[in-house]
């Protein structure tokens, strides 16, 4: 497991100890938690849950509906 230093201002420190404090997390945990959100590369829970949330939301097709075809691709 890697270890990294950082360097904070001491009001952003306060904060992060804050928000950590608030989670119930130490703050190696909380730290990690905000780099793994920002380095994911899937939704999170709270937005794949709004899939088909709404009813009278247009289909790809709809929207892609009056749109020209794709240019042609170069050939390799």
């Known amino acids: 497991m890697g270890q990294v230093t950082i ?3 001491d009001q952003i420190e306060i904060k992060m100890k ?3 404090k608030s989670a119930k997390l ?3 945990k909380w ?3 905000v780099i793994e959100a920002k380095v ?3 939704w999170p829970a709270s937005v794949a849950a709004l899939s088909g949330a709404w009813e009278d ?6 929207i892609r509906e009056g749109y ?3 240019s042609k691709r170069e050939e390799l």
């Open 40 to 42: 994911s590369n899937e």
């Open 18 to 20: 804050s928000a950590a």
């Open 31 to 33: 730290i990690a938690g």
């Open 68 to 70: 020209a075809g794709d």
């Open 57 to 62: 939301f247009p289909t790809v097709a709809e």
């Open 26 to 28: 130490s703050l190696s």
């Open 7 to 9: 360097y904070l201002e």
